[in-house]
Antibody, heavy 119, light 108 residues
Framework: QLQLVQSGAEVKKPGASVRVSCTTSGFVFSSYYLHWVRQAPGQGLEWMGLINPSGGSTTYAENFQGRVTMTWDTSTSTLHMELRSLRSDDTAVYYC????????????WGQGTLVTVSS | SYVLTQSPPVSVAPGQTARISCGGNDIGSKSVHWHQQKPGQAPVLVVYDDSDRPSGIPERFSGSNSGNTATLTISRVEAGDEADYYCQVWDSISDHVVFGGGTKLTVL
């Protein structure tokens, strides 16, 4: 069945990097784009970017340009997101989500991964 | 960049109708999607392409979109509908997903 299963919670120090993974199953990835969205405590949803698994092209939100890298591992159907130079305001729940390539509704979400940045 | 502005928090009694709006410049020319997020849970898509419902979403959830405002309507509100609701569009100029700031629905 359709699943987006994310890796576990992380605690990082300021300046470090974090890698969050999202293992997918139950759908044909070539018909979808995969997105990352984050949510700081008590705040709304913030779009980070997307990757087209068919080819690996990416688009990043301006707030994350130069600090984020999204990759797709076809052999394991796993999406990865690396965020570098972490700051305390990067503390958030990070979600992966898929959207059909014929539209842009995020129609299924992972369960979320809490990343805490603290010295 | 494209901006979506959502209505303030809404409180309704069970059985009544809740309406949540999402404003944006000429939003009527875009496809609007709505997500429901309950505390501690991931968002769930409840309406897509302005007014369509994914499988498993009750008919009580409906949407409309025209001019500069899109609206999510929840009829016969139930206690389980209490959640934050977010509108979402695709901005084809920037090739970015855009979310509204969210609206909290409280069921009295």
């Amino acid at each position: 069945q359709l699943q987006l299963v994310q890796s576990g919670a992380e605690v990082k120090k300021p300046g470090a990097s974090v890698r969050v993974s999202c293992t997918t199953s139950g759908f044909v990835f070539s018909s979808y784009y995969l997105h990352w969205v984050r949510q700081a405590p008590g705040q709304g949803l913030e779009w980070m970017g997307l990757i087209n698994p068919s080819g690996g092209s990416t688009t990043y939100a301006e707030n994350f340009q130069g600090r984020v890298t999204m990759t797709w591992d076809t052999s394991t159907s796993t999406l990865h997101m690396e965020l570098r130079s972490l700051r305390s305001d990067d503390t958030a729940v990070y979600y992966c989500a898929r959207a059909p390539d014929s539209g842009y509704e995020l129609d299924y979400w992972g369960q979320g991964t809490l990343v805490t940045v603290s010295s | 960049s494209y901006v979506l502005t959502q209505s303030p928090p809404v409180s309704v009694a069970p059985g009544q109708t809740a309406r949540i709006s999402c404003g944006g410049n000429d939003i009527g020319s875009k496809s609007v999607h709505w997500h429901q997020q309950k505390p501690g849970q991931a968002p769930v898509l409840v309406v897509y392409d302005d007014s369509d419902r994914p499988s498993g979403i009750p008919e009580r959830f409906s949407g409309s979109n025209s001019g500069n405002t899109a609206t999510l309507t929840i009829s016969r509100v139930e206690a389980g509908d209490e959640a934050d609701y977010y509108c979402q569009v695709w901005d084809s100029i920037s090739d970015h997903v855009v979310f509204g700031g969210g609206t909290k629905l409280t069921v009295l």
